[in-house]
């Protein structure tokens, strides 16, 4: 069963950083795509950045130059530098992994899995 499970989250003040971690469980000998959300109360979780096996990375528009993901493929695990916050940036952050894939030929566990977010304040 796979399980996700983000950490890091905390209170900043306006300008500062956090790093955010991600970490897939359940996919033994498999490797998934990695992705970052977030959801302001009251409004709609959107995209923020998504990194592949290969490491290739996509960036919302909103994030690009502040935001940062990465990931540690050995140990299933994502991560994401947020810099340079607004209070508007205030919100739950989650994680969500996709489209595993295995080097060793075996079936992974297809599907998408959320994490239960982790939350994210900034204050101005």
């Known amino acids: 069963q796979v399980q996700v499970v983000e950490s890091g989250g905390g209170s900043v003040q306006a300008g500062g950083s956090l790093r955010l971690s991600c970490t897939a469980s359940g996919y033994d000998y498999c490797t998934a795509t990695m992705s970052w959300y977030r959801q302001a109360p009251g409004k709609e979780r959107v995209f923020l950045a998504i990194?592949?096996?290969?490491?290739?990375?996509v960036y919302a528009d909103s994030v690009k130059g502040r935001f940062t993901i990465s990931r540690d493929n050995d140990k299933n695990t994502a991560y994401l530098q947020l810099n340079n916050l607004n209070s508007e940036e205030t919100a739950v952050y989650y994680c969500?992994?996709?489209?595993?894939?295995?080097?060793?030929?075996?079936?992974?566990?297809?599907?998408?899995?959320w994490g239960q977010g982790t939350q994210v304040t900034v204050s101005s």
């Open positions: 990194i592949d096996y290969y490491g290739s990375r």
């Open positions: 969500k992994s996709e489209n595993p894939i295995s080097q060793y030929g075996i079936t992974c566990p297809r599907g998408d899995y």
